[in-house]
């Protein structure tokens, strides 16, 4: 019996966020009405049923850097998070175009998080985009289904400067080491509809350390707008996290305009 618990233990200890006193509790019910323990021709089928709990039950879900793609995670009730992030774009060999800073504030609220965001630019070359604060991001997040590894959410948002709505919902599930972002959505003005979507996946090939890819695109009126990252994350201690990533953006297509970018930023959970 011991040897089997070890066994559980030692496959849940490869999972950061796992909460394994629950599933160490999950895997004796199962053993106990199975009657695993009494064959001893049954190795094979518990080792089965730990990487089955091990691989639908691995993660917790938080909104994270470097991803554009929204996840369904929420912060839970009394827990915030702050993200800051440092992005370049236009990356030549001795020039940038421009460089912006990140900020976000999330408001854990259980089932429903509240975010605010304010990107500020520190130098663009792009004709139209002034210096200082743009966009101000509000927006609310709310999870209508599933829990830990598994959910599905709404977010809705509205920047003060572009005067932009917007509505979307975000997948997010895991598969195994895994764990994959989906988000569709649409914006307006009121004057002029748009729509977005994104796809990422979070590798996770340590308990400290993920890889991530992800890809976002956005389209309103004639102008579609591409992105697509890759990079990583480490977690240092239990709620401080770190990620770097670097990709291309572009406009209609790769051929005629394409910027190289890169970000750095940390997250902290409160």
């Given at each position: ?141 709310i999870r209508v ?52 979507g994104g796809l ?71």
């Open positions: 019996m011991e040897k089997l618990l070890r066994i559980c233990n030692d496959l849940f200890k490869k999972s950061f966020f796992i909460d394994k006193n629950r599933y160490r509790f999950i895997c004796l019910k199962i053993l106990d009405k199975t009657n695993i323990i009494r064959n001893v021709y049954s190795m094979k089928i518990q080792l089965f049923l730990y990487l089955t709990i091990f691989v639908f039950f691995n993660h917790a879900l938080y909104a994270y850097r470097p991803f554009a793609t929204e996840d369904a995670g929420v912060a839970q009730l009394g827990e915030n998070k702050i993200e800051l992030g440092y992005e370049a774009a236009g990356i030549h060999t001795n020039s940038i175009d421009s460089n912006n800073f990140a900020f976000l504030i999330g408001i854990g609220l259980g089932k429903a998080e509240l975010m605010i965001e304010s990107p500020y630019c520190i130098k663009s070359n792009e004709e139209g985009k002034d210096k200082g604060l743009q966009d101000v991001g509000i927006a609310a997040k289904a599933g829990k830990d590894d598994a959910g599905v959410a709404l977010k809705t948002e509205y920047t003060y400067r572009s005067d932009m709505y917007s509505l979307s919902t975000a997948v997010s599930y895991s598969f195994g080491w895994v764990l994959l972002h989906l988000q569709a959505g649409w914006m307006s003005n009121f004057k002029t509809d748009g729509f977005f990422g996946f979070d590798f996770q090939v340590l308990d400290t350390a993920s890889l991530v890819i992800d890809s976002f695109t956005e389209h309103i009126q004639t102008m579609t707008c591409y992105q697509i990252l890759a990079g990583g994350t480490i977690s240092i201690g239990e709620n401080k996290f770190i990620d770097a990533a670097i990709g291309y953006s572009w406009v209609n297509s790769f051929n005629k305009v394409n910027d190289l970018i890169a970000t750095v930023g940390c997250s902290f959970i409160l």
